[in-house]
Nanobody, 123 residues
């Protein structure tokens, strides 16, 4: 069983910054890719969009909508991934979900999701 616990969401004014954290715990062989996704208000789970991902080696990938404003990082020793968000816009308002690909053994992995943390960008 793998648990992902997110923190750091909240209310921020446009142009402001927030830092999200997600720590993985439980029983697993290793954690591979980790990432952040978001679900805007009124959108269905199937419309959850990728924000950023990072491999265990540190390779990153960003959606065009956040490139240059958000930075993803991870601490492999702590099985934790971070999302530093800057120059926030009202359209960044969403529930942000942490995702982790956790290997149960050398060959089999499963995708795990956190419970989500709400980020609201508003005056």
């Amino acid at each position: 069983q793998v648990q992902l616990v997110e923190s750091g969401g909240g209310l921020v004014q446009p142009g402001g910054s927030l830092r999200l954290s997600c720590a993985a715990s439980g029983s697993f062989y290793r954690i591979a890719d980790m990432g952040w996704y978001r679900q805007a208000p009124g959108k269905q789970r199937e419309q959850r969009e990728l924000v950023a991902t990072i491999t265990s080696g540190g390779d990153t990938n960003y959606s065009d909508s956040v490139k240059g404003r958000f930075t993803i990082a991870r601490d492999n020793a702590k099985n934790t991934v971070y999302l530093q968000m800057s120059s926030l816009k009202p359209e960044d308002t969403a529930v942000y979900y942490c995702n982790a690909m956790a290997y149960a053994n050398r060959y089999v992995y499963f995708a795990h999701w956190g419970q989500g943390t709400l980020v609201t960008v508003s005056l």
